[in-house]
């Protein structure tokens, strides 16, 4: 009787001390919080939306933001032509989905060339390429054109198969998935037409959904997958370079969620 004591005893420390040890051993599975990647503009460009959360946080950075040149269509011709421009590479520009870099003469119409990809396709809310959302460089990138047309009006998700010079992105019936470099790109190109573009100056109020067919409606989706993929893949210096060169030399106006990625979650 005794020993049988003795042993539940030794059994229950055992134990005990094994679940202390897989308490010790077992790193904390939690993501890493999204941070500002510089808070260089918060006592001037973005001061009047230091502090906030929520739909007064999106309707701050709706105002500074609005703030913009507004450039015509064939002007961003060359505009990407810098903003895009391979860092490896001064005669050529980087394509988005496929990620080749290809001359910069090469713009066009043709099969081998790139044209201007509209991230929030253009018809999510029919606002085609007039001065506005239809030439907003903070989500027209350079692509090949036949890439262009597979991802055409498509909203993102996860899941697909592979195309000629995909470069990893896939595609199915209803949604675009961008290869992994780029993912996070495309989340905080459409988050920023959801903030810059409110329905208050002629244009359509665009924001994202969890839907993948919302074909003509001012709406893109998944906002869930995308939200994914602003943590997953955070600013790059590539992008951070682009967001400088928008601002500096072309419309004056910044995507704040590649200069302070927390505020997505704050709004979303």
């Known amino acids: 009787m005794l020993a049988r004591r003795i042993r539940r005893r030794w059994k229950s420390v055992a134990l005990t001390t094994a679940a202390v040890l897989v308490g010790l051993i077992t790193?904390?599975?939690?993501?890493?919080?999204?941070?500002?990647?510089?808070?260089a503009y918060d006592s001037t460009y973005y001061k009047n939306a230091i502090g906030k959360t929520g739909t007064s946080l999106k309707s701050?950075?709706?105002?500074?933001?609005?703030?913009?040149?507004?450039?015509?269509?064939?002007?961003?011709?060359?505009?990407?032509?810098?903003?895009d421009q391979d860092p490896n590479n001064s005669n050529n520009v980087i394509l988005l989905y496929s990620g080749i870099s290809r001359s910069k003469s090469l713009n066009g119409g043709n099969t081998g060339n790139w044209n201007r990809e509209h991230v929030w396709a253009q018809s999510h809310g029919d606002f085609g390429t007039s001065a506005g959302p239809g030439t907003d460089l903070h989500h027209l990138r350079p692509e090949d054109v036949q890439v262009n047309s597979v991802r055409g009006n498509k909203d993102f998700d996860n899941g697909g198969s592979g195309f000629t010079n995909s470069g990893g992105s896939l595609t199915d019936s209803n949604s675009?998935?961008?290869?992994?470099?780029?993912?996070?790109?495309?989340?905080?190109?459409?988050?920023?037409?959801?903030?810059?573009?409110?329905?208050?100056?002629?244009?359509?109020?665009?924001?994202?959904?969890?839907?993948?067919?919302?074909?003509?409606?001012?709406?893109?989706?998944?906002?869930?997958?995308?939200?994914?993929?602003?943590?997953?893949?955070?600013?790059?210096?590539?992008?951070?370079?682009?967001?400088?060169?928008?601002?500096?030399?072309?419309?004056?106006?910044?995507?704040?969620?590649?200069?302070?990625?927390?505020?997505?979650?704050?709004?979303?």
């Open 176 to 268: 675009f998935e961008p290869r992994d470099a780029v993912k996070g790109d495309v989340a905080r190109m459409i988050l920023y037409m959801a903030v810059r573009y409110e329905g208050d100056d002629s244009w359509p109020d665009l924001e994202p959904n969890d839907s993948v067919s919302n074909g003509s409606v001012p709406y893109h989706g998944r906002l869930s997958v995308l939200k994914q993929w602003h943590e997953q893949d955070p600013p790059s210096t590539f992008e951070e370079r682009r967001n400088d060169v928008i601002y500096n030399s072309y419309q004056g106006n910044r995507n704040p969620f590649i200069d302070h990625p927390e505020w997505v979650e704050a709004i979303w």
């Open 27 to 39: 790193p904390t599975l939690t993501a890493t919080p999204a941070a500002a990647t510089t808070t």
């Open 60 to 83: 701050s950075l709706h105002t500074i933001i609005g703030n913009q040149t507004k450039l015509s269509y064939s002007a961003v011709w060359n505009a990407l032509k810098v903003t």
